[in-house]
């Protein structure tokens, strides 16, 4: 039985709510002012609060303070006349779960109630998604425990200490500038400048002054003189995003530089060098450019001394988990907000989604849900992915029991990853079972 506190000092308002809760099954405690309020919610066993704003002695906003000081884990509903957007804001930025103007639709009521239950319910069964081996939060940490991702760990360990050009491929989103910074700051030039240039971001004219620097009076607006990238990353690193897009004139002096080592800024004559590792990201398929005249072939294989390939999120679904608690641990140093529980709900929703926008749209997913939720649970509707959008199922037409049966199963161990522990559990299945069909309908792996 939940016992919910109603904070008001509207007598009538303090009845119609107790007896409409009490009729609904939950034991109800009422308070008159602020400091009722406050002394019956920290001192009882309260597991819900509905909280007025204007009350005598201490208004319901200090109140609000003083609860989530004293008993940070109490769900509190702002109940109030007050229905503007100021007042919404301050009460959910102060830690309430929800506000609701007055009169308070009783049936509105009942819903946000029934939710938060729910959150209490989910939080019972959050998900322990990382073991206690794994590593607290630190920037510029890769993530990831499967095959794919150890094995470039190995590759990073390789050649970090040997300067040489690394050409990083994977798509939008599958974390290339964070190889390129494993790369540097795991190395022997760890001391000396990372400098990052996203290439599309900028004109070729532009890329090119950027990149090579340029002397007085070389354009319009060239008061001074001053040095590219290649010279400020001296001894350290330099890395280019996107290098699919520079132009030919700038494919021409990159060329020259990895082959040379040298350089003349934009408008100069003078020839000059710089000793910096070139580490390039591209998320087009280069080889395809190449064949189609798009890209220098000299450049791809100066570039190309070392290749890594990311793969997409999709196809390491393994370290999803991991990832979700770096970030949400990530987000809680960043934005000081905590979602201490992962329902298995919500997990099971990430996993099935397909993420073709890789580890940065996971982040920022998360983020929004973080910034949204109203509570410490990470509810599955906070996540808004659309329903069935990025799933691995398979469409069902008008065919024989044994061939949907056949593509049901399929697609539960698509969806596990072909865990089959869990596949079993999904299709409410004995282990053996399952395996006889995998073998009837040839599923085997």
Known sequence: MKTILIADDDHAIRRTLELHLSESGYTVLTAADGHEA??????????????????????????????????????????????????????????????????????????????????????????????????????????GRSRAMKDIYKTIGA??????????????????????????????????????VACSALAPTILESELFGHEKGAFTGAYRTKPGKFELAQGGTLFLDEISEISPEIQ???????????????GGIETLKADVRIIAATNRNLSTMVANGGFRKDLYYRLKVVSIDLPPLRERKDDIIILVKFLLEKMRHEIGKSMDVVPQETMDLILAHTWPGNVRELENTLRRAVLLSPGNVLLPESLHLEAGKGSDRLALMIKPLHEIEREHIENILVFTGNEKKRAAEILGISRPTLDRRIREYGLER
């Open 252 to 266: 021409v002096k990159l060329l020259r530089f990895l082959q040379e080592r040298e350089f003349e800024r934009v």
């Open 38 to 143: 406050v002394a019956k919610a920290v001192g009882q066993d309260v597991d819900l609060m509905l909280l007025d704003l204007r009350m005598p002695g201490i208004d319901g906003f200090e109140v609000l303070r003083i609860i989530k000081e004293r008993r940070p884990g109490l769900p509190v509903i702002m109940v109030t006349a007050y229905d503007d957007m100021h007042t919404a804001i301050e009460a959910i930025r102060l830690g309430a779960i929800d506000h609701l103007g007055k009169p308070a639709d009783l049936d509105q009521l009942d819903e946000v109630i029934e939710k938060i239950i729910e959150m209490g319910t989910l939080s019972q069964r959050g998900v322990v998604f990382c073991d206690s081996s794994d590593p607290p939060f630190e920037q510029n940490v890769m993530v």
């Open 159 to 196: 050649v970090a200490d040997s300067g040489a050009t690394v050409l990083i491929q994977g798509e939008s989103g599958t974390g290339k500038e964070m190889v390129a910074r494993a790369l540097h700051y795991n190395s022997q030039f760890r001391n000396r400048p990372f400098i990052a």
